[in-house]
T-cell receptor, first 111, second 110 residues
């Protein structure tokens, strides 16, 4: 496999469920990112992992919890989400100062 | 004022037309300028990347940066129906802190 792979592609969950999104990059990059993309809004950076250091957007609610076990894998753990959290969640990776490469996202729907 | 402003469209043009997509930004410290293309149900795909004022050309695509006006453009020549997508500008002071425009939806009619 090449590039950035995200699973699952679609996820429907209730507000009380716990689920995780997975991202894997096969590009040898040293930084990984989570973004939220809502309709008609700019991509919103949620978290950055760079050389195992985490940088986060302070406006991201604590019901979103990232995990980066190594430079190739990134998870986003979801817990007691709200309907407004329904969106496309995109993972990206980059190396040094080079542009970010994106996966195809997980379409999340909260019932 | 948003850091990056992009006309959301939608923009509809006939096949073969020249398309001009634009973004303005407010932070003069921004020095990386990117254009991404996003097809429906896909992630953004990098189209063009530059960090200096002037033009950069790649096939039918030309990216233009005017730092003095804080204005960037993407031109598509001889547009094709396969160019129908949402185009996102992304600008930053560092490659790890991108600020995106809201995207312009383009449709090229056969």
């Amino acid at each position: 496999e090449t590039g950035v792979t995200q699973t699952p592609r679609h996820l429907v969950m209730g507000m009380t469920n716990k689920k995780s999104l997975k991202c894997e990059q096969h590009l040898g990059h040293n930084a990984m990112y989570w973004y939220k993309q809502s309709a008609k809004k700019p991509l919103e950076l949620m978290f950055v992992y760079s050389l195992e250091e985490r940088v986060e957007n302070n406006s991201v609610p604590s019901r979103f919890s990232p995990e980066c076990p190594n430079s190739s894998h990134l998870f986003l753990h979801l817990h007691t989400l709200q309907p407004e959290d329904s969106a496309l969640y995109l993972c990206a990776s980059s190396q040094g100062g080079q542009p970010q490469h994106f996966g195809d996202g997980t379409r999340l729907s909260i019932l | 004022q948003k850091e990056v402003e992009q006309d959301p469209g939608p923009l509809s043009v006939p096949e073969g037309a020249i398309v001009s997509l634009n973004c303005t930004y407010s932070n003069s410290a921004f020095q990386y300028f990117m254009w991404y293309r996003q097809y429906s149900r896909k992630g953004p795909e990098l189209l063009m990347y530059t960090y200096s004022s002037g033009n950069k050309e790649d096939g039918r695509f030309t990216a233009q940066v005017d730092k003095s006006s804080k204005y960037i453009s993407l031109f598509i020549r001889d547009s094709q129906p396969s160019d129908s997508a949402t185009y996102l500008c992304a600008i930053s002071g560092s490659a790890r802190q991108l600020t995106f425009g809201s995207g312009t939806q383009l449709t090229v009619l056969p």
